[in-house]
């Protein structure tokens, strides 16, 4: 920002202040995803066009000064080039000047520029180029300089005489730089020396094998479900529970019933090629009256502000003491209506639409079957029913609600998933073909369906008709066994809830959660993923015996049925990316809540349905508000999973895009040695055994008498130990 600030002290202009409001207004409007009532003109054309179709047929226009207007329909100058020679003057600081303008607003050039190389990311596609935003933001300064200036005003660069920084200069690596690496590693292994520890305070050797119990459940390895999986085994002891990527192996786009737009259900960097449609639901969806589209007109905008505005103040004083779940609120189970029907088996090959095949054939079915049981070892010992637990979140006056939902599902609940698989499952042609590939479920084995909703922890199952009569009676049981889990799981999430007195009942509690997920005055329905540090990756048994308190991602593989890795890369693939990228979101976003994340949430305004930000016309805010990191701790995710690590270490190096994320310390690895309980971490290309810690070694003390030490000596910083006759403490540290 050095160079632009020199038009305050040549001009006394701030030109953010001058373009900026209008600039966010503009791009705002255009990028709308359907707050708007109209949509933009000619927005299929391109941002430029639209410009300028806007100022040839408007009677007032963006544009001030006639000169800028000229500019603007000259489109052989109105270039990049052009407009900088003419504000900025000297080439050599074009870079610079250009950097500078556009990391003065992050989130909306970061936006722009994921648009135009990503315009599916949207569902409501708008074409835009991150050039077109250059090019109308350096008309607007222009615009400004011209009416603000005068005819006095020349290029900036005619008025200082600084040379131009270098921006892409290697920062030489200082020894602040590596005391704050010491720091952070410290910080962390702190943490991961205590989960170490308990593990290996655990029985070592094999994992007993599988024996029907009286259910299973495959849960999304979130790790907000670690507790209700914990709970739900204790519960019903005889339970199973396990884990994958919430989208449960099946990827598609998913249309409502009278839905526009398509949504993808499966992880970000996967492109589907299937559409699950939605029909046979119960008429439309349920709307809030005091919402209604028609207050935007004026004869009945003036009547019915009138008429409902009494009822909206009512309404409002009642939620105060009495809130509940409202079609105005964003409900985890309202994604999918359980009463309708889905287009999950294709049966016919030309069944297609807009180039996405509809459903998926028998074979498609059992290969994604057939992957999901296979990666999470679940190849025999099938009880008689299995629950697909997905998980989304319901909240009121939220605007980062999406953060909520399943990571592996694009930030969407995954019900839908849950249920596509579960019908895949007992389809009676899909089990033959997979009991010819070796893999056989038992015929009296059923699969159904289900939604936990992770901040009101309330659950729903789907296709209940279609359970075998037989396994009637288990199923009310097993739900019992649920509801009892979710009474607990409650209790354990309200410690960290101020407003909930947690000495109370299971079920005083349990209602205190789910009031508040419906509240419209509360900040925080839920912590969303804070505090997550963990990822397992093998057999529940062990990890069972820790208390893990709701920081660990788990996902079920069992080594024994891949002795040579074969299926180990497709379980480990999107883990660095689902896991890794929900704790490095929270890892930066409590580094600097305010430039990496979004600062508190309470003033926070959805944008055109794109993002957040600080009243109308502020940045976009690229991270998580202080509301969802206050309780984490800045620690890159440790996954730690169970193998030999030679093996481990040939699985993630077939691949680079997953070797990158291990190699580059974004995250950490470790293996567990299946026959001796070694662990092992990955440094530096190798897996090194990993040596705990002395029991008579603190590492909190060792800093305290470190930090001590430095103050005694009235210095600010550790300096070099060979200069300096340093306590050994800190000479112990610095080893």
């Avoid at 791009?27 to 040839?56: M, N, T, V």
């Avoid at 009138?306 to 103040?313: E, K, N, R, S, V």
């Avoid at 010819?436 to 199952?461: C, K, M, Y």
Wanted: proline share 6%; aromatic share 10%; charged share 25%.
């Amino acid at each position: 920002g050095r160079l632009r600030a020199q038009w305050k002290n040549a001009y006394r202009i701030d030109l953010d202040n001058l373009v900026q409001p209008l600039l966010f207004r503009i791009l705002g409007s255009y990028l709308d995803q359907g707050i708007a009532l109209w949509h933009f003109p000619f927005e299929d054309k391109g941002l430029l066009f639209a410009i300028r179709a806007l100022e040839k047929e408007s009677f007032a226009g963006f544009f001030r000064h006639p000169n800028t207007r000229a500019l603007l329909m000259d489109e052989a100058n109105c270039t990049i080039p052009h407009l900088l020679k003419r504000i900025v003057g000297n080439e050599a600081f074009f870079a610079q000047y250009l950097f500078d303008q556009q990391f003065a607003h992050r989130g909306w050039s970061g936006m722009v520029a994921t648009l135009e190389s990503r315009p599916d990311a949207n569902l409501y596609q708008k074409k835009i180029e991150l050039r077109d935003l250059i090019i109308l933001e350096l008309l607007l300064e222009m615009d400004a300089l011209e009416t603000e200036a005068g005819k006095n005003w020349r290029p900036l660069c005619d008025t200082i005489t600084p040379r131009p920084l270098d921006l892409f200069a290697e920062i030489p690596r200082t020894e602040l730089h590596e005391i704050y690496a010491i720091w952070q590693d410290a910080f962390e292994w702190s943490y991961y020396d205590q989960v170490f520890a308990g593990l290996q305070q655990a029985e070592t050797g094999d994992s007993p094998e599988r024996r029907p119990g009286s259910f299973q459940a495959i849960f999304c390895i979130d790790e907000r479900e670690d507790s209700l999986r914990r709970h739900l085994e204790a519960a019903d002891p005889h339970a199973e529970t396990l884990g994958c990527p919430g989208f449960f192996g099946v990827e598609f786009y998913f249309q409502p019933e009278n839905g526009q737009f398509y949504e993808k259900l499966c992880p970000a960097p996967v492109t589907p090629k299937y559409l699950i449609k939605e029909y046979g639901t119960n008429g439309h969806r349920a709307k809030e009256l005091l919402y209604t589209k028609h207050t935007h007109t004026l004869l009945r905008g003036f009547l019915s502000t009138i008429t409902l505005g009494f009822m909206a103040a009512g309404r409002l004083f009642q939620h105060i003491f009495q809130p509940k779940m409202s079609p105005a609120i964003s409900d985890a189970f309202a994604h999918m209506q359980s009463s309708g029907a889905l287009t999950i088996e294709n049966k016919h090959p030309d069944d297609r639409e807009n180039g996405l095949q509809i459903g998926f054939t028998v074979p498609e079915m059992a290969t994604r079957v057939e992957n999901l049981l296979r990666g999470i070892g679940m190849i025999k010992g099938f009880a008689p029913l299995v629950y697909v637990v997905a998980h989304g979140s319901s909240s009121a006056n939220n605007p980062h609600h999406g953060a909520h939902d399943c990571g592996a599902c694009s930030g969407r609940p995954g019900s839908v998933n849950a249920r596509v698989f579960a019908f895949m499952a007992n389809h009676k042609k899909v089990r033959a073909l997979l009991a010819e590939r070796g893999l056989i479920i038992p015929e009296n084995t059923w699969f159904v369906g289900s939604l936990h909703d992770t901040a009101a922890d309330q659950i729903a199952f789907y296709d209940e008709s279609e359970i075998p009569a037989q396994h009637i009676e288990n199923h009310h049981k097993n739900k019992a066994n649920f509801e009892r889990a979710l009474d607990m799981n409650a209790k354990e999430r309200s410690r960290r809830f101020a407003s909930i007195d947690t000495k109370k009942g299971l079920k005083s509690v349990r209602s205190a959660i789910l009031r508040r997920s419906v509240s419209l005055f509360e900040p925080r329905p839920e912590l969303g993923h804070g505090t997550n540090a963990l990822c397992f990756v093998g057999h529940r048994d062990f990890s069972k015996h820790l208390f893990l308190d709701r920081r660990a991602f788990m996902n079920s593989y069992d080594h024994r049925t891949d002795p040579d890795g074969k299926l180990l890369l497709g379980v480990m693939r999107p883990l660095p990316v689902v896991c890794g990228g929900i704790n490095l979101e929270y890892y930066f976003s409590r580094m600097d809540n305010y430039k990496l994340g979004a600062g508190t949430k309470l003033p926070h305004n959805v944008v055109g349905l794109i993002g957040v930000a600080n009243s109308s016309d502020g940045d976009l805010r690229p991270g998580l508000p202080l509301q969802m990191i206050e309780v984490h701790d800045p620690v890159r995710l440790m996954i730690l999973v169970e193998h030999y690590p030679a093996v481990v270490l040939q699985t993630i190096q077939s691949e680079p895009a997953v070797y990158e994320w291990f190699d580059k310390e974004w995250v950490h690895l470790a293996t567990i040695h299946p026959e001796t309980g070694a662990i092992y971490y990955f440094r530096s290309g190798n897996f090194v055994l990993y040596k705990p810690l002395s029991p008579s070694l603190n590492r909190i003390q060792d800093v305290k008498i470190m930090l001590e030490n430095a103050v005694a000596m009235k210095t600010n910083h550790i300096v070099d130990a060979t200069q300096e006759n340093l306590p050994v403490q800190i000479l112990q540290r610095r080893a």
